[in-house]
């Protein structure tokens, strides 16, 4: 199971900045809101980050539609947030499809919920993307 130490240095930023947001924060704002600390955070922290990247999704070599991630870090990782009162396996298998639709093979979702909540989502791809 090496792949699910995939860029760990990195997640272990992510989630510094992820506590250190929340602590800061607390509970109760809108998704939009800790992306954006997050956004300042990370970036602090010297890592390359996009948000709301748009990333397109293939069907046989077609494509069929796009969504906007979050945020992406070093062009390795995607980062959902949610603000709800707890993460649900729907939001696990968001973030799974995104990776799906991408090259890049770990997601982290992060929960500012009335408890602090995360998790770690990899997926290799073995099909190609366009």
Known sequence: MQENYLYTEVTEEIIK???????????GFLEK?????MFIELQS???????????KV??????????????????????????SEYLSKEHEYQLINYLK?????????LNFGKKPELRRKVFSNEYPHT
């Open 17 to 27: 900045a992820f506590y250190k947001v929340y602590n800061r924060l607390g509970y």
């Open 33 to 37: 809101i800790y992306e954006n600390a």
């Open 45 to 55: 922290s010297g890592l390359l980050v996009e948000k709301q990247k748009s990333i």
């Open 58 to 83: 293939f069907y046989e070599g077609n494509e069929v539609g796009s969504y906007f991630a979050d945020l992406v870090v070093n062009n390795l990782i995607i980062i959902e947030l949610k603000a």
């Open 101 to 109: 639709a991408t090259d890049m093979e770990v997601g982290l979702l």
